[in-house]
């Protein structure tokens, strides 16, 4: 089975830009997370989306969105980018349901916000 | 109480010796924990995982301990070997089919040759 893969894999943007980051999850994965991962905070929750619903959300402005397909693909948007948000961010799969709880991570998008 | 402490924030173990990496959380209901190892440039890779009703799972030279009543689980790693380096991630999971992991903060593991 292919992996989970994240487009871009790098992005520049400047601060006030918005971005999307697109992922696919592994063939037959109905839940898709997304984390964001910085030196300082460590990898850090920003929500889950399965059956194209966000089923949880972590503690991040409203300027992080995202949204799931049909399909189960997902894209993460950021608005409004400030200097703060370069990290890397990371999209994980999941079979979704009650368990199990695995959760295959993609490559990650890095983001750097000049 | 949604915090998982991970330590040692780096070790350096030499080559066929024990790289021992802990891990302590404090709300109960959490009910999963898997440890990740990330290389730089790739994203975390599943390593092995428990569930709290078993004190130990081992895969290969990759074992947890877990204990419950203390709230700390750590990962062992036997015959530790240069292609270990890596930074290990333990994390945890509420229940209910939730996928809403919290991390630790890393540990980064050198392996002497």
């Known amino acids: 089975k292919a992996g989970v893969t994240q487009t871009p894999r790098y992005l520049i943007k400047t601060r006030g830009q918005q971005v999307t980051l697109s992922c696919s999850p592994i063939?037959?994965?109905?839940?898709v997370s997304w984390y964001q991962q910085t030196p300082g905070q460590g990898l850090q929750f920003l929500f889950e989306?399965?059956?194209?619903?966000?089923?949880n959300k972590g503690n991040f402005p409203g300027r992080f969105s995202g949204r799931q397909f049909s399909n189960s693909r997902s894209e993460m948007n950021v608005s409004t980018l400030e200097l703060g948000d370069s990290a890397l961010y990371l999209c994980a799969s999941s079979p979704g349901g009650q368990g199990p709880y695995e959760q295959y991570f993609g490559p990650g998008t890095r983001l750097t916000v000049t | 109480q949604q915090q998982v402490k991970q330590s040692p924030q780096s070790l350096i173990v030499q080559k066929g010796g024990i790289s021992i990496i802990n891990c302590a959380y404090e709300n109960t209901a959490f009910d999963y924990f898997p440890w990740y190892q990330q290389f730089p440039g790739k994203g975390p890779a599943l390593l092995i995982a428990?569930?709290?009703?078993?004190s130990e799972k081992k895969e290969g030279r990759f074992t947890i301990s877990f204990n419950k009543s203390a709230k700390q689980f750590s990962l062992h790693i036997m015959d530790s070997q240069p292609g270990d380096s890596a930074t290990y991630f333990c994390?945890?999971?509420?229940?209910?089919?939730?996928?809403?992991?919290?991390f630790g903060t890393g540990t980064r593991l050198k392996v002497l040759a």
């Open positions: 428990i569930r709290p009703d078993v």
């Open positions: 989306y399965f059956s194209e619903t966000q089923r």
């Open positions: 994390a945890a999971s509420f229940p209910s089919g939730t996928y809403k992991y919290i």
């Open positions: 063939s037959g994965h109905r839940s």
